[in-house]
């Protein structure tokens, strides 16, 4: 009311000052009174205006709020007590889904679906006896059939001069139901994702806080923290993995997988990953752990862990047969390559390098052609052919040395079908050729090479000898370091262990003393030796062996005298005799093995001679020259050794050796002996 | 099932003991045997575990009998025991499928670890040729001609059965061999002898 008494006054003051500049300031009464009603008059006509201006504001904000209340993004509704529609927006009418005009005087329930019916009936009577504001979820069918998620807001509305009604606001939430029911989708889907993944996989906020885990992981966390021996951080969700990390437990990969984590957090790094072993007591284990970061405002990581043990089993025994490839090719005195289709060199070995005084990495730049000499595009492939067909080829071929030397070497190549590659084995001959050069031309000369090159054999002959004892000392010591570490629970087999260690031993020291007598066969040391005790020392060891029913006979000249000789390297040459026989009679099935020995002196008298015979079949006459060659063998087993290191040392004691064969009647061996003078 | 054994085939009375010896007192069981004929006498295909094979022996020598085994479908692994101066003969056992060789005087850790690599492996093979042992008939069929390269229809028309039935037969195959490849399946069959892929 203050304000209008205001605004009246101010009519009246602009009324007054509209009527000064009409009339002068002073006037009698009656033109006082006229003064005063043309004031009024004037008053009232403003009055009016503002009446008039007031009103048509008036209008214009009832038009912007029915624009308001019509177009408005919420539906309204107001509904009898009856629960008729009494009034409704346009919005109200959409979402129904009925013209305005239809909708006026319908019952409100008709729109519930039948499911939300029962609920709307009982809340709507209540509302109706409270005067407080409530809200309801409820869908509405819509005329054409299909159905939309609505919530009610709604509050009695009562004045004394009508009947209360309910005003209902309605809001439709059917996309936003949408939404939030796609959001829980997509969070099902990723859970589905992350938990079908057999990686173990954490997501970290940025402080480090483990904020959502995969299955896997919590197996894992679940696995691990069974393990009373290793002291496991909390890796469950809400723990820090940071912490985690940084424990003793983790160690030193922990500290790295801290700092890498740290590092992408911070956006150092765009991903980190790590490859690290895990120490189970009962087991060694390898994961990976890749740290990816997360592309949302707040930051933070994922982490996921894969457990690569058998990778990683895998790489290291591979790493370990390739070690052992290494060590025997790079040991071998021969050369070695490793050659591919195109023949360039991928492996070559020490031995190789030394020979053509390349360096090994210049002779991994290089291919065949580069080091044979004179071999024709055909010569090659034509030995690349027989090499595929045959798997192998031994030939012989010449080389160039860097130095420019050409030298002569023997080539055993093999191929592998499976990788496509070539391994050949290469000789240096020019020792060989030299030799053979030399001993055609001098024949005195050929016996020392020849003796030379048997020496050089039988080394590599006894070396297996050695590696056996030696062999099975190794194990023997093996085991009774693993008895001895788990407390000595079998004292006898310790015993065992170590006794039969003592005697590899010394079977190992014998073979050493025999190579030794054989590298220094210039000078063996010998002593007068009393044949028939000799021969019977080398025959009773054959009575022991179980070899079957062997009858041996030994036939001696009364009376004859010492030989000058070497007791083991001769007791070595009579067994390998007696063996020869022995196996030649058995391998026909001829029972009983007949071995005679024989020692008598020669014509000259100045030499024993000590003659082996059997009951075998006797030796092809075609073989016969080639018997004492180094490798030369009948048998299917066996190194050919035996009877070129007999010759070796026979003639290293001034004697010979010889065979003699009739087909049908057995074999015979002789070798003599000088006397002792 | 019996447990799986070490078989050591050495023709020296000592290094077999001693061979032995480590391996029992590492909780190993052992069978040794004197020749390759003796351990092909007690050969069974059935009985896992791993061949500890010395290369040269009288009789039957190491390669020789790992080809007969090999030729008798056998899937146990072999390690070779060797000493210096057989290269070739190295590089052939490699390449006829020995698991490793070592050098003698055997390192007994480096023995004990390749051994447990091998019964491993071994156990692997046995776990393959069940599944592949689960297979009927016609599925072998489907499965070898699948390997040789033929389109499933060129299969049916082999086989005189439905292109259906020869997709059913090979969805089986994937299923009881556990691969997802044809490629993964070829190379299970042949290492199992079941193809020839070469």
């Not at chain 1, 299909?146 to 209902?168: G, H, Q």
Request: glycine share 6%; proline share 4%.
């Amino acid at each position: 009311m203050g304000h209008s008494e205001d605004r009246n006054a101010c009519l009246r003051e602009a009324a007054e000052r509209t009527l000064e500049r009409a009339t002068p300031a002073e006037a009698p009464p009656t033109q006082r009174l006229w003064h005063e009603f043309q004031v009024h008059q004037i008053e009232l006509e403003m009055q009016n205006e503002a009446l008039r201006q007031s009103r048509i504001e008036l209008e214009r904000s009832r038009d912007r709020y029915f624009d308001l209340y019509e177009f408005s993004p919420v539906g309204y509704l107001t509904l009898t007590r009856a629960g008729l529609i009494a009034t409704a927006n346009l919005t109200a009418a959409t979402m129904i889904g009925i013209e305005r005009k239809y909708l006026l005087v319908k019952r409100f329930d008709a729109c519930v679906v039948i499911a939300d019916r029962d609920r709307w009936q009982r809340e709507f009577r209540s509302a109706f006896g409270h005067e407080t504001r409530r809200q309801l979820t409820l869908t509405l069918m819509k005329g054409d059939g299909s159905t939309r998620l609505v919530l009610l807001d709604y509050l009695r509305i009562a004045n004394d001069a009508d009947e209360p009604t309910l005003r209902v606001a309605l809001t439709d939430i059917s996309e936003r139901q949408r939404a939030i029911q796609c959001l829980s989708d997509s969070h099902v889907l990723n859970l589905a994702i992350l938990n079908s993944v057999p990686a173990e996989i954490a997501v970290l906020d940025r402080a480090g806080d483990i904020i959502a885990t995969n299955i896997a992981w919590q197996r894992y966390a679940h696995e691990n923290a069974r393990e009373p021996e290793i002291p496991v951080p909390c890796t469950n969700v809400g723990g820090n993995y940071l912490a985690a990390c940084g424990s003793g437990a983790a160690a030193h990969a922990g500290f790295e997988a801290h700092t890498g984590i740290q590092a992408v957090m911070r956006g150092q790094l765009p991903n980190f990953s790590l490859e690290y072993p895990c120490y189970a007591p009962r087991q060694r284990r390898w994961f990976s752990m890749s740290v990816t970061p997360l592309d949302m405002p707040d930051g933070g990581v994922v982490v996921a862990h894969r457990d690569i043990t058998d990778r990683k089993l895998a790489e290291l025994a591979l790493a370990r047969q390739e070690a052992q490839y290494r060590a025997v090719i790079e040991l071998a005195a021969d050369g070695v390559w490793v050659i591919d289709d195109l023949g360039r060199l991928l492996v070559v070995n020490a031995a190789y390098a030394r020979r053509s005084g390349y360096s090994h990495e210049e002779l991994l730049t290089m291919r065949i052609v580069d080091l044979e000499v004179e071999e024709s595009p055909e010569e090659a492939q034509a030995h690349m052919a027989k090499i595929r067909r045959e798997g192998s080829d031994l030939f012989e071929a010449r080389h160039r040395a860097k130095d420019g030397e050409i030298w002569p070497v023997e080539i055993h190549a093999t191929y592998s079908a499976s990788s496509g590659l070539r391994t050949a084995f290469l000789r240096d001959i020019s020792e060989r050729k030299k030799n053979r050069a030399v001993g055609l031309a001098l024949g005195t000369e050929m016996e020392n090479v020849l003796r030379v090159h048997v020496a050089r054999q039988t080394i590599a002959a006894l070396a297996h000898e050695l590696n056996q004892p030696l062999n099975a000392v190794a194990t023997y010591s093996d085991a009774a370091l693993s008895l001895l570490r788990a407390g000595n629970p079998q004292p006898d087999r310790l015993r065992h262990a170590l006794e039969s260690a003592t005697v590899q031993v010394r079977r190992a020291g014998q073979v050493v003393r025999e190579l030794l007598d054989f590298a220094s066969h210039g000078d063996v040391t010998t002593a007068a030796v009393n044949l028939k005790d000799l021969i019977r020392k080398a025959m009773s060891r054959f009575e022991r062996a179980p070899m079957g029913p062997i009858q041996d006979r030994l036939e001696l000249e009364p009376g004859m005298a010492a030989v000058n000789a070497n007791l083991t390297q001769v007791e070595k040459v009579l067994t390998i005799l007696i063996q020869n026989g022995v196996e030649a009679v058995r391998d026909t099935g001829l029972e009983p093995i007949e071995i005679t020995v024989a020692a008598r002196s020669d014509a000259a008298g100045t030499m024993a001679r000590v003659s082996v015979r059997d009951n075998g079949p006797g030796i092809d006459p075609q073989i016969l020259p080639h018997l004492f060659d180094p490798f030369f063998t009948t048998k299917a087993q066996g190194l050919g050794m035996g009877l070129s290191i007999s010759r070796a040392i026979i003639e290293a004691h001034g004697g010979q050796i010889w065979a003699e064969s009739e087909p049908g009647s057995g074999a015979v061996f002789h070798f003599t002996l000088p006397f002792a003078s | 099932m019996t447990p799986a054994t070490v078989f050591i085939v050495d023709d020296d009375a000592a290094v077999r003991d001693g061979l032995g010896m480590l391996c029992e007192v590492n909780g190993l069981s052992v069978e040794c045997h004197d020749s390759a004929e003796s351990f092909l006498g007690a050969y069974r295909p059935a009985r896992q575990g791993c061949l500890v094979l010395d290369v040269r022996m009288g009789g039957m020598s190491g390669p020789e009998l790992h080809a007969e085994l090999n030729r008798r479908g056998s899937i146990l692994p072999v390690i070779y025991l060797s000493g210096h101066g057989d290269i070739p003969l190295s590089v052939r056992a490699m390449q006829a499928g020995a698991v490793s060789f070592l050098t003698k005087p055997v390192n007994g850790d480096e023995l004990l670890a390749c051994l447990a690599q091998a019964l491993r492996e071994d156990e692997l093979r046995h776990v393959h040729a069940s599944r592949l042992a689960d297979l009927s008939t016609r599925e072998r069929e489907v499965m070898t001609l699948a390997i040789e390269g033929l389109s499933n229809k060129e299969i049916a028309r082999r086989l005189d059965i439905s292109h259906r039935t020869v997709e059913i037969h090979k969805r089986h195959v994937f299923c009881k061999t556990g691969t997802t490849s044809l490629l993964e399946l070829a190379r299970l069959a042949t290492d199992h002898g079941l193809v020839d892929t070469r």
